[in-house]
C-alpha cells in the first residue's frame, strides 16, 4: 500500500481518510489513527478525519479521546449532522442518555437521512423499553443503509419479518465482531428455536411450591433464553418430593 505524505502538495485529508480506511481493513488500528491525527492537524476542519478518528477510538473503547476529538470537531462544525450522530455515540457510551438523545436529534433534524442518527434514537427507545418504536426505527435506519453491520444486525433481532430475519443474520454475521456477534448468534439460536416449536407453547413452572405455569415467552418477554433445567427438593412434613423447574436468562 502506497504512503499519503501528509502536507505534500498532492495532500488533501478526503485522501487521509481513505488511507486510513484501508489500514483499518487491514488490521492496522495504530497506523490508522496516527493517520488521521496527523490529518486533522494539518486540516481541523476535515469533519470526515474527526468522525472516524472518534468513531475508531470508541470502537477500541477509547472513550475519553474519542469525545475530545468529537468535541473539538462540532464546535468547529456544530451543523454536522455526522458530527452529531458521533457525539451522540459518545454520550451514549458514557451512559448519558439525554445528552446521547439531544445529540441523535439534532443529527437527524440537520440530516432525516442520516441513518446512524435513526439508529441512536432506536436505541435510546429501546433502553426506556419502548420497543415497539424501536423496531420501527431499526427497520427505517436498515431501509437507508442496508449494509451497516450495526444497523444490520439490530434489525435482523428486532425488526426483521420471519421471512428476512434469517437472511439479515447470516448477512450481518459475516461482518460483526464481539458483543455484536454474540447478540446476531443468540438471536439465530431464537429463530431454531421458534421453528422446533412450531407454534407449540412452551411452559415454565411459575414456582416450585404452586402448580402454577406461565408461558416461556411471557417471562423473557420476547427476548431470547437459554433454557436450563434444575431440580428443586421440596420438603412437604414427612415427606419429600422432586420436582423439575426451568429457568430461563434472558439474553440481555
Known amino acids: 500500500m502506497s504512503t499519503l505524505v501528509i502536507g505534500s502538495a498532492a495532500w488533501c485529508a478526503d485522501d487521509a481518510v481513505e488511507q486510513a480506511i484501508s489500514e483499518l481493513r487491514e488490521g492496522h488500528l495504530e497506523e490508522a489513527l ?7 492537524s494539518h486540516d481541523p476542519a476535515s469533519s470526515r478525519a474527526s468522525y472516524l478518528l472518534a468513531e475508531t477510538l470508541l470502537a477500541a473503547e477509547h472513550v475519553d479521546q474519542a469525545d475530545e476529538v468529537i468535541r473539538k470537531a462540532v464546535t468547529l462544525s456544530p451543523g454536522s449532522a455526522s458530527l452529531l450522530q458521533a457525539q451522540g455515540d459518545v454520550d451514549f457510551r458514557k451512559g448519558d442518555i439525554v445528552k446521547a438523545e439531544a445529540h441523535y436529534k439534532a443529527a437527524y433534524h440537520s440530516d432525516p437521512g442520516n441513518a446512524r442518527a435513526i439508529y441512536g434514537i432506536a436505541r435510546i427507545f429501546q433502553c426506556a423499553a419502548l420497543n415497539k418504536k424501536a423496531s420501527l426505527l431499526f427497520r427505517q435506519a436498515h431501509d437507508l443503509d442496508p449494509h451497516d453491520p450495526a444497523i444490520l444486525g439490530s434489525f435482523a433481532a428486532y425488526s426483521a419479518k420471519d421471512d428476512e430475519e434469517l437472511t439479515a443474520i447470516q448477512t450481518a454475521l459475516s461482518e460483526a465482531r464481539g458483543e455484536e456477534r454474540h447478540r446476531l448468534q443468540s438471536a439465530q439460536a431464537r429463530i431454531a428455536r421458534r421453528k422446533f416449536l412450531n407454534g407449540r407453547k412452551s411452559w ?10 406461565v408461558p416461556l415467552n411471557t417471562l423473557t418477554n420476547g427476548r431470547p433464553g437459554f433454557m436450563v433445567s434444575v431440580s428443586a427438593l421440596v420438603s412437604t412434613g414427612q415427606t419429600r418430593r422432586s420436582c423439575n423447574s426451568t429457568l430461563a436468562r434472558a439474553d440481555w
Open 204 to 213: 415454565i413452572l411459575k414456582s416450585p411450591y404452586q402448580p402454577v405455569a
Open 34 to 40: 496516527n493517520t488521521l491525527r496527523a490529518a486533522i
